[in-house]
């Protein structure tokens, strides 16, 4: 009867030592996932009815622009222009790149779980858990980089915004004094 007692606490033993084997990738892996939260956070904070409001003024400002101004525009105003119209390509483009974010968020996210719960119940070869590990790890580093490349981007067009439009409403109001100007003129005849 001794004899199964100590077979029954050789084999906790044993087993309390194989979870503690990798007790330092479980909380590496648990840091990640926090990286990854904060990085959900940083998505979630994007101001979407700025974004929308903003998206649909360029819009407005340079179609109005494009079908009520007749005089042939000079180098500077297209280039002026031109730099406005790079905030709506910019916008044109975050739907997919917010998806694709998301996306690639919650695959990570799904990686380091399954990694982590695999760990915990000793399923991955000794020798390919740290492979297993940085690749996870260079998975999260590589989406926090295209992260913040997104996110600068975004603050760079609402900076270019901010900065260009005064100018564009100064000349979308004037040539809606124009139109209503030469209205009113029709109108006396």
């Known amino acids: 009867m001794n ?3 100590y077979i029954i606490a050789l084999a906790v033993v044993l087993v309390s030592c194989m979870q503690d084997r990798y007790a330092d990738q479980i909380k590496s892996l648990e840091g990640l996932n926090n990286v990854l939260t904060e990085s959900e956070q940083k998505l979630a ?3 979407t009815s700025r974004l929308l409001l903003v998206r649909e003024t360029v819009d407005f400002n340079l ?4 079908t009520h101004y007749n005089d042939t525009i000079d180098k500077e105003f297209a280039i002026f222009l031109s730099n406005y119209n790079t905030i709506r390509k910019g916008y044109k483009r975050f739907n997919q790149k917010y998806t694709n974010l998301k996306k690639e968020l919650e ?3 799904k990686q380091i779980i399954d990694l982590k719960a695999d760990l915990e119940a000793n399923l991955i070869d000794e020798k390919k ?3 297993y590990y940085h690749t996870e790890e260079m998975a999260v580093n590589t989406f926090e980089a295209s992260l913040k490349k ?3 981007g975004l603050e760079f067009s609402f900076e270019r915004f901010d900065e260009l439009n005064p100018e564009v409403e100064k000349i979308v109001n004037d040539l809606k004094a124009v ?3 030469t209205a009113n003129a029709d ?3």
């Open 3 to 5: 004899m199964k007692y």
């Open 45 to 47: 904070a994007i101001d």
């Open 63 to 66: 179609n109005y622009i494009e």
């Open 107 to 109: 695959y990570s996210r």
């Open 129 to 131: 858990v740290e492979d």
């Open 150 to 152: 997104f996110l600068e």
């Open 179 to 181: 139109a209503d100007s």
């Open 187 to 189: 109108e006396n005849s």
